[in-house]
């Protein structure tokens, strides 16, 4: 079955049968005595019964030869029937009062669970920075005292803060304003002729994957130029 991103098939078939699903379970649970569901007002659930029963009435007639005409009146009516059920599910099925097996039972995408929040990196990085091609300095990283290279696990990248100058920074913030990003070990610094000779301080720290929260600064670092 061709779904969509929001689980409606792109089929016409099969977009009958899963609609005629959806609508008969809908309408199973918001009936009775009790009903099961109480969160859909009954006119919400008859809008959508509404454009099914047009959605259905419009489709039947393609099912055999038919005109131009029918297979346009067809797809208008799948064009409207979506618009109503679309934001049915978004607004009444993704409710606690729906568990995550009945929206299996009718189609429905359940909701992602809620990724846990990453925690700011206690660890710093260790820069090494070595000379590479003339103008270049590469800068290995790992976590300080770890004997792997690279990153640590949960951590998008190293932000690597950096300057010239005469003696070690104070304040690293303050001192080193140009900053650089890398995700994968060893990061590369390209130089200008005039800058050969040049003595680079630089630091870095972690930033958490997407939250782009950062950790404490690691030891300062320096190279020349080459």
Do not use: C
């Not at 959508?48 to 099912?63: K, Q, R, S």
């Not at 030869?65 to 979506?82: F, G, I, S, W």
């Not at 429905?108 to 206690?122: G, L, M, S």
């Not at 690279?150 to 003696?167: L, M, N, S």
């Amino acid at each position: 079955m061709s779904r969509t991103n929001d689980n409606i098939p792109a089929n016409d078939a099969a977009f009958n049968i899963w609609l005629r699903n959806l609508i008969l379970y809908v309408v199973m649970k918001t009936t009775g005595n009790p009903p099961a569901w109480t969160h859909i007002p009954p006119e919400e659930v008859a809008l959508l019964v509404e454009a099914g029963n047009a959605w259905y009435a419009a489709y039947e007639p393609t099912l055999v030869p038919h005109t131009p005409a029918q297979t346009l009146v067809k797809d208008e009516a799948r064009a409207a029937a979506e618009a109503v059920v679309r934001p049915f599910v978004g607004q009444w099925l993704m409710w606690k009062q729906v568990t995550n097996q009945e929206r299996e039972d009718m189609g429905v995408h359940n909701k992602k669970p809620r990724r846990e929040r990453i925690p700011v990196p206690a660890t710093v990085p260790e820069l090494s920075p070595r000379a590479g091609n003339p103008r270049q300095l590469v800068i290995p990283y790992r976590d300080k005292g770890s004997a792997r290279r690279g990153k640590p696990a949960d951590v998008h990248g190293i932000e690597i803060r950096w300057d010239f100058r005469t003696e070690p920074p104070e304040d690293i913030d303050r001192d080193l304003p140009n900053s650089a990003f890398d995700t994968n070990s060893p990061h590369t610094l390209e130089f200008s002729e005039a800058d050969r000779g040049k003595r680079i301080y630089m630091a870095g720290r972690w930033e958490i994957e997407r939250e782009g929260e950062k950790g404490k600064y690691g030891d300062i670092a320096t190279a020349i130029v080459p």
